[in-house]
T-cell receptor, first 111, second 112 residues
Framework: LAKTTQPISMDSYEGQEVNITCSHN???????ITWYQQFPSQGPRFIIQ???TKVTNEVASLFIPADRKSSTLSLPRVSLSDTAVYYC????????????FGSGTKLNVKP | ETGVTQTPRHLVMGMTNKKSLKCEQH?????MYWYKQSAKKPLELMFV???????ENNSVPSRFSPECPNSSHLFLHLHTLQPEDSALYLC???????????FGQGTRLTVV
């Protein structure tokens, strides 16, 4: 089971780009990297998923280096509503029991 | 809206009560999950169902009993709970783990 390590918290200001890095040194060959966002008293929301290199969608970008031992979630021009906890998960499609959430990164966006 | 609906949104129950939480998805997903989130703690994976068969049970006390009658519905039956079981209970579904999980809004459970 690949363990992930993220910063406990980060501060940012509105309009800035925020990069949250996750370490997953023992990621397996078949593992994908998935990021979620969670607001208080709500379920996590899927943000983005990738296997290698770069993935971009309308919300964020995910950068994964060649060794895949880490990944970086990039949020462009954050707003106050992006204040939330962000979770990084690794797992593969053949193991349903790998949807384990760590402590996540609490992003605090200031005006 | 994620397509995963949980009812009720809030529930207060005594330690001797029996209640059930319901989760419903019409996304055509094959897997469904129950998570528990206590205050200021990470989400804890409780149960996983794949194609209506339980594939994961993370040492959850027997006072929590899941049921998956079909691929669209998931229940969590509760009986003789303890105050420390008070938490946000989240249901999720996914086409496969690779596709990411879609979560419901959760049920805020308070055991008195």
């Amino acid at each position: 089971l690949a363990k992930t390590t993220q910063p406990i918290s980060m501060d940012s200001y509105e309009g800035q780009e925020v990069n949250i890095t996750c370490s997953h040194n023992n990621i397996a060959t078949n593992d994908y990297i998935t990021w979620y966002q969670q607001f208080p008293s709500q379920g996590p929301r899927f943000i983005i998923q990738g296997y290698k290199t770069k993935v971009t969608n309308e919300v964020a970008s995910l950068f994964i280096p060649a060794d895949r031992k880490s990944s970086t979630l990039s949020l462009p021009r954050v707003s106050l509503s992006d204040t939330a906890v962000y979770y990084c998960l690794v797992g593969d499609e053949n193991n349903f029991n790998k949807f384990y959430f760590g402590s996540g990164t609490k992003l605090n966006v200031k005006p | 809206e994620t397509g995963v609906t949980q009812t009720p949104r809030h529930l207060v129950m005594g330690m001797t009560n029996k209640k059930s939480l319901k989760c419903e998805q019409h996304l055509g997903h094959n897997a469904m999950y129950w998570y528990k989130q206590s205050a200021k703690k990470p989400l804890e994976l409780m149960f996983v169902y794949s194609l209506e068969e339980r594939v994961e049970n993370n040492s959850v006390p027997s006072r929590f009993s899941p049921e998956c009658p079909n691929s669209s519905h998931l229940f969590l039956h509760l009986h003789t709970l303890q105050p420390e079981d008070s938490a946000l209970y989240l249901c999720a579904s996914s086409p496969t783990p690779r596709g990411g999980a879609f979560f419901g809004q959760g049920t805020r459970l308070t055991v008195v």
